[in-house]
T-cell receptor
Framework: QQQVKQSPQSLIVQKGGIPIINCAYE??????FPWYQQFPGKGPALLIA?????SEKKEGRFTISFNKSAKQFSLHIMDSQPGDSATYFC???????????FGKGTRLSVIA | GAVVSQHPSWVICKSGTSVKIECRSL??????MFWYRQFPKQSLMLMAT?????????EQGVEKDKFLINHASLTLSTLTVTSAHPEDSSFYIC???????????FGSGTRLTVV
């Protein structure tokens, strides 16, 4: 049973566009929701994260929107650039030293 | 910021040999280390969780005798792939946790190719 469902699998946007990636979770005990960016051959790098008591968080060009009642959260990338082309993973975890549960990933291509 | 050094970044080995992958937390104490495996164009799959000084807890379907995990100190954890076979070829990634919420730091990954 997949605990974090991510969509779309792939996404192509024009430079300057705003790609939106969505994730839905099932377990309401999750209390930490990060987004990671991964380039080929590299480990995932934390982009931005949110706790369930906040509905939106913005860091630079990246924004997380969080809907606790719908058990959904999304990543928006403002003014996307070709350098943003990568695979993005949403994840969730419980409190304490528990592992992150990852979505299946979204391959984003930003074309000039 | 927190840094985890993972080595080697890539390794090629012959079938039947063993390979050791190291992850070191450079500027914090990693109370817990998570080991993931990632196949091409797929997500990260948790293999095991290890706490310093304790035996690792393996996920269902992961052979503990094949993937030996040692977490002997708060700054070092190792994954040894024993008697490697071509199907073990994959990208292995460690993640160190400091114990605080969101305190996950990933290594840069190790590309293992078994020939």
């Amino acid at each position: 049973q997949q605990q974090v469902k991510q969509s779309p699998q792939s996404l192509i946007v024009q430079k300057g566009g705003i790609p939106i990636i969505n994730c839905a979770y099932e377990n309401t005990a999750f209390d930490y929701f990060p987004w990671y960016q991964q380039f080929p051959g590299k480990g995932p790098a934390l982009l931005i994260a949110i706790r369930p008591d906040v509905s939106e968080k913005k860091e630079g060009r990246f924004t997380i929107s969080f809907n606790k009642s719908a058990k959904q959260f999304s990543l928006h990338i403002m003014d996307s650039q070709p350098g943003d082309s990568a695979t993005y993973f949403c994840a969730a975890s419980f409190s304490g030293n528990t592992p992150l549960v990852f979505g299946k990933g979204t391959r984003l291509s930003v074309i000039a | 910021g927190a840094v985890v050094s993972q080595h080697p970044s890539w390794v090629i080995c012959k079938s039947g040999t063993s390979v050791k992958i190291e992850c070191r937390s450079l500027d914090f104490q990693a109370t817990t280390m998570f080991w993931y495996r990632q196949f091409p164009k797929q997500s990260l799959m948790l293999m095991a969780t290890s706490n310093e000084g304790s035996k690792a807890t393996y996920e269902q379907g992961v052979e503990k005798d094949k993937f030996l995990i040692n977490h002997a100190s708060l700054t070092l954890s190792t994954l040894t792939v024993t008697s490697a076979h071509p199907e073990d070829s994959s990208f292995y990634i460690c993640s160190a946790s400091s114990g605080r919420v969101g305190g996950y730091t990933f290594g840069s990954g190790t590309r293992l190719t078994v020939v």
